[in-house]
Structure formats: structure tokens, C-alpha cells
């Protein structure tokens, strides 16, 4: 079993930046890949971001802008955000993937990017 625990959201404005931080406790040796989703009010949860095997894919939305890290020693992902705009107001929701293909979700953090 994993546990994910994310911390850094909160309130900024825009042109602002946000880093945000995912720690994974338990069974972290088969973690394949960890990854970052949002979701905005009345909307689907997407990508954001992941990495895997030393590769990251980021959504177009953010591309430039935002930037996925990992530290395996920690076992934390990590989502520094630039250049911030109202419209990536969301809950920010770390995944990560098991070797199995199973998926864990943190929590959430709620990110506020105010005009």
C-alpha cells in the first residue's frame, strides 16, 4: 500500500508562482510513475504532468510554464508553477502508478490563482 501526502497549494496572484510537493510512504520501491492531475469546479480531472523512467509529458495548457521534478531518495514528486493564471485554479491531485499499473491519489491541494 502507498500514501501519497501533497502540500503547497494555496493563494497567489497571477503571474505568481506555487510549488507544490507530493511525499509517497509505504511501498514506494515499484513506483513506475508519479504524476500531477487538476481539477477546476464542474469540470473532468486531467494530466498536468508526469514522469517516468527520466521522461516527463506535460498537458499544452502548461507547457513553459510549469515543471514536474522527482527526488527518488525521497520518494517526492514536486510541481513547481510559473507564471500562474486564473484559469489553473484547481484541486491539484499527485498520482502515482505501481509497477502493477495500480493507482494511488493524494488528497488534494487546492491551488487559487487570483486576476
Known amino acids: 500500500q502507498v500514501q501519497l501526502v501533497e502540500s503547497g497549494g494555496g493563494l497567489v496572484q497571477a503571474g505568481g508562482s506555487l510549488r507544490l510537493s507530493c511525499a509517497a510512504s509505504?511501498?514506494?520501491?515499484?513506483?513506475?510513475?508519479m504524476g500531477w492531475y487538476r481539477q477546476a469546479p464542474g469540470k473532468q480531472r486531467d494530466l498536468v504532468a508526469i514522469?517516468?523512467?527520466?521522461?516527463?509529458n506535460y498537458a499544452d495548457s502548461v507547457k513553459g510554464r510549469f515543471t514536474i521534478s522527482r527526488d527518488n531518495a525521497k520518494n517526492t514528486v514536486y510541481l513547481q508553477m510559473n507564471s500562474l493564471k486564473p484559469e489553473d485554479t484547481a484541486v491539484y491531485y499527485c498520482?502515482?502508478?505501481?509497477?502493477?499499473?495500480?493507482?494511488?491519489w493524494g488528497q488534494g491541494t487546492q491551488v487559487t490563482v487570483s486576476s
Open positions: 498520482k502515482m502508478l505501481s509497477n502493477t499499473y495500480t493507482a494511488y
Open positions: 509505504g511501498s514506494t520501491f515499484s513506483i513506475r510513475a
Open positions: 514522469t517516468s523512467s527520466g521522461s516527463t
